[in-house]
């Protein structure tokens, strides 16, 4: 059974910091894409950020220079550290993981809320 579950998310306040974590198992973790994704009440989910098997990361514009997406494969866990927070990063946050090998496969947590606010 495959499982990505997602933890850290909560209140903090604008211009404060948070650091989410997402725990994989179920999968060969190494090989996977990693990546967070957000969802706003009334919007899409949008790509955070992403970090490949290989160490490569590429971040939304929003988030460049705020938000560091790592990995570690021996822990097989994903991490996005999230620094200068606005009100409008409030949304649940979604661990993804993907990879292409017979198809896609892609593999969903079930998404922590990460509010910010006075």
């Known amino acids: 059974q495959v499982q990505l579950v997602e933890s850290g998310g909560g209140l903090v306040q604008p211009g404060g910091s948070l650091k989410l974590s997402c725990a994989a198992s179920g999968i060969i973790f190494s090989i996977f894409t990693m990546a967070w994704y957000r969802q706003a009440p009334g919007k899409q989910r949008e790509l955070v950020a992403a970090i490949t098997s290989g160490g490569s990361t590429n971040y939304a514009d929003s988030m460049k220079g705020r938000f560091t997406i790592s990995r570690d494969n021996a822990k097989k866990t994903v991490w996005l550290q999230m620094n200068s927070l606005k009100p409008e990063d409030t949304a649940v946050y979604y661990c993804?993981?993907?990879?292409?090998?017979?198809?896609?496969?892609?593999?969903w947590g079930q998404g922590t809320q990460v509010t910010v606010s006075s």
């Open positions: 993804n993981a993907e990879r292409r090998g017979l198809g896609l496969s892609v593999y």
